[in-house]
């Protein structure tokens, strides 16, 4: 299954291919890969207090979605994008080898495929939705990247010119501005409050199909994705498809609470699973474009992944709460801190990490230069660490998945120390590379070339070593194994 953008790119040339934009490969099976208060324009209608009343188990009268689409479908609007594209040496836009151009191009007599580089136009497809009178609109980064003109159609079929404000990849939202008054304005409501099993309603474009309604319910929150490490995803089963990109998702009052970005899908099209950015998330962007034009967030320097109950249970844990560092970077606020490969950070700023994504949407929504409190699970106990946050230059994603291989004993590895050399080039001051693998570690995934670097956060230097932190466990280990340049702790079910 693949994680598609919701774009709708068209090619020019007077041949138009639709398709979903830029997509990013979504494989669970794969383990390496290498909040403020919502701010609220003069538009938005502040959201009611958060019930504690346990909503009643029987029939419910379905949401006015008729209502909703006659007064804010108005607030929705078409974004077209043009721009030119460097063809590669094949004779299509790089990275395009389905394009239609690539096929015609590479069947011209004499050509064998080859032809000289040049620029091709370009055109894309999204939606968007007006959240200031003065013609200030929110999408997705994505439906307006590497665009030289962008232009806003209104539901009244008005179009505009439209100027990019700025846009943030990290969080995949842009601001838009475009030269009208008095405009309509949807409202904009509070993530925080909706619940799985809430019912919700999409507007947009789908396939250029403008002004199109969807509806369904939350089927989930809080959803990390890979490469998305600052955005909590509201997930849901509202039928969203290309050209949806950058559309409102309301709630039952008629509430914008999310922007639709993604989808899940083996076919680019919509399979029953779609994410929407949380609106307090793509305000926190559009406040700080408006008032800087450019976006800024906070990190605090480790790789982390989810932990499951056999991680837990190595590192004795009741349950499998909590963000699993499997590496700190050099120098970063968190090797300042102390934080080690190993540690589980349990709370961060008083609030509980309860999935590992939580932890990257609170440390990605902070400021550089604010302090940081963690609380820490290390060896056993709690300790307390305080960090200083840093201004983030590339998006850290947290990985959610574990493996493992071998050949003989408890384990199942045989292994080797790393030689001076591979040690210089892994980067590594101690580890053992295994050569093959058998029993359980095959079965949790390791395999051969893979360096163990620690059993249980105890480094590994030698094989008598590693044979005797196996000895001392007769259920489960956590093996930090490093596989290229990347790092995860793997669960390891002894038997």
Known sequence: MKIKLLALPLVA?????????????????EWFHDKSPISQNTAAVAPAPVSNVTAPIGPMTAPNYRAIVERYGSAVVGVNTEGIAKTGMKGAPDGAPDDPLFKFFRGLPGSNGQMPRSDVPVRGQGSGFIVGKNGLILTNAHVVQNADEVTVKLSDRREYKAKVLGSD??????????????????????????????????????????QSATAGIVSAKGRSLPGDGYVPFIQT?????????????????????GINSQIYSQTGGYQGVSFSIPIDVALQVKDQIVSTGKVTHARLGVTIQELNQTLAESFKLKQPDGALVSSVATGSPAAKAGIQPGDVILKYNSQPITRSGDLPTLVGMGKPGEKAKLEVWRAGKKIELAATLSEAKELVAADDSGAGTAPQGKLGLAVRPLTPKEKNEANLSSGLVVEQTA?????????????????????????????????????????????????????????
């Open 13 to 29: 040339a007077s041949v138009i291919a639709t398709g979903t934009a830029g997509a990013v490969g979504w494989n669970p099976s």
């Open 169 to 210: 990849t990290a969080t995949d939202v842009a601001v838009l501005k475009i030269n009208a008054d008095n405009l309509p304005v949807v409202s904009l409501g509070n993530p925080a409050q909706l619940g799985v099993g809430d019912y919700v309603l999409a507007i947009g474009a789908p396939f250029g199909f403008e």
């Open 237 to 257: 089963d509202v039928a969203v498809n290309p050209g949806n990109s950058g559309g409102p998702l309301f709630d039952a009052n008629g509430n914008v609470v």
């Open 439 to 495: 029993g359980p570690a095959a079965r949790a995934g390791i395999e051969a070339g893979d360096v163990i670097i620690s059993v249980n956060g105890t480094p590994v230097k030698t094989i008598e070593q590693l044979q005797g932190l196996v000895a001392k466990e007769s259920k489960h280990l956590a093996l930090l194994v490093q596989r290229g340049d990347a790092k995860i702790f793997v669960p390891v079910t002894l038997g």
